[in-house]
């Protein structure tokens, strides 16, 4: 791994969009218009005499400001921070960032001072220019489209080749379908400096690259720990050394969301010291999340490679990593996942459901289940006990399944029946689909008997073969309504 430094950073702000800013002067007199005003009675000769975030015109202090192109540009100090204005409603703030090549960079928004309720609220939204005008990536909250609660937005890039970087800064509300706003107390701090927590240089498995003070990288509580990955020629693998402290815990590994201006498809993996895969997937950032659900605290292997075998140019993406503890039961054991045995209907995991309404005020209720092949082939069972006052004004009601496995980064997809509370008679059922969005689904099924004992039989496939990576996460409602859509998937 090679150390990054940004040799040349230069930043200019401004707004392409401000209102005029001409007008009458203020000055004395009523005759043609024309007349110099007097210099005696000016409000401001020039911008020094106005506010931060007005501009001298016409001897009058207005808001605005002058960097409104990429010719007027505003070096950044030596420390890469700078602070500004949305000084009107539209306005475009712009960076500079002279770049020699090479560099992965962060740009970042401190979070804003809370605001009274009802009153405007301050959002950007950042993006990056390549030298030759096309997008590099740009974000609005965190890099991978989530939020942080300490910075307003946050973005990773690799300015692959020297040249002038445009960086914008604009509101996000119109994007939002919310009031475009403007004015002094629309402020914010932005950030820019060198990335050095990136996969430059050679490494293999065995000799993977550390970014601990002293060895792995060791992720903390409710944290996103961001390596940026940098491919250098096609086929290459990069491998990070990965410290999981939470035992029993869940695991994310997200990406950058916005990859305009890379040529990737991000493909990430997590191996255990045995080379064994935990999960795995592609897309990782610009279609979804990388995630583990129980994984055990130890040492890790994260590998990281463009997903078609690419490298060279503009192969470059970001993964972000967050562990947090998992919450447990009174007896200790992780919520939602499954406890073995439960390979029958009478040794059935029972799925705790919680009881709501939607926004008509109908009832229903919604429970978890995780579960993992833990030998070849494996069945498991689970039970819902159903409340039978969640029915419609004739009594009926409804079940929703849905599961995702793969496309969370497990290996299997499992399929799904459901039975009656005989444990014999089979109501619905549904195949799982490997490269399905959800990789399951069951609609609709109505309950002839509401308020009875339903059970969910897991198949994992005979061709399962209880290692690590086989797991599934579902998701069950039981509803006093039909439902058409607008559900969430686990």
Known sequence: MRSMFLL?????????????LGGDSGGAG??????????T????????????????????CVDGDRNNTSDEAVTLSEEGATSGFINVPGDHDFYLLTATGG????????????????SPQPDLFLTLYAPDGSVVTSA??????GVVNNYDSVLYAYMQDGGDYILEVEDANPMKEREAWGGSSYTYALEVYAWNQTTFGSSTFDEPIQFGEDGPLELQPNTWHVVGVVLEEAGDVDYVSIDYPFNDGTLYIDGVEDLSGSNANPWAALYTADELAVTQRDEVGPNGTLYHPLLDANSYVLAVADADGGGGDNHWFAVMLKGDERNTDDDGNPINVEIEPNDGGTMAHAVSMTDTVNTSGKPFSYGYGVGF????GD????????????TDEAGSQWLVVCMNSTRWGSSIAPDITVYAADGVTELGSAVGDLDGDPNLAIENIELTSPGETLYLQVDSGSDSAGT????????????SFEVTGGYSCP
């Not at 009523?30 to 210099?39: A, K, N, Q, R």
């Not at 009675?41 to 009058?60: F, G, K, L």
């Not at 960079?105 to 401190?110: C, D, E, F, G, H």
């Open 8 to 20: 040349s950073l230069a930043v200019m702000f401004g707004c392409a969009e401000d209102k005029s």
């Open 41 to 60: 009675e000016d409000t401001c000769n020039d911008d020094e005499e106005c506010s931060d975030w007005q501009i001298c015109e016409e001897h009058d």
């Open 30 to 39: 009523s005759g043609g218009g024309d007349t110099p005003p007097d210099p």
């Open 103 to 118: 560099e992965f960079i962060r740009a970042s928004i401190q979070a804003h001072d809370e605001v009274a309720e009802g």
């Open 379 to 390: 069945v498991d069972w689970y039970s819902i006990d159903v409340d039978g006052a969640d």
């Open 468 to 479: 690590v990576d086989e797991w599934y996460i579902l998701k069950a409602y039981v509803t």
């Open 373 to 376: 092949a833990d030998t070849p």
């Open 140 to 145: 609005d909250d965190y890099a991978n489209g």
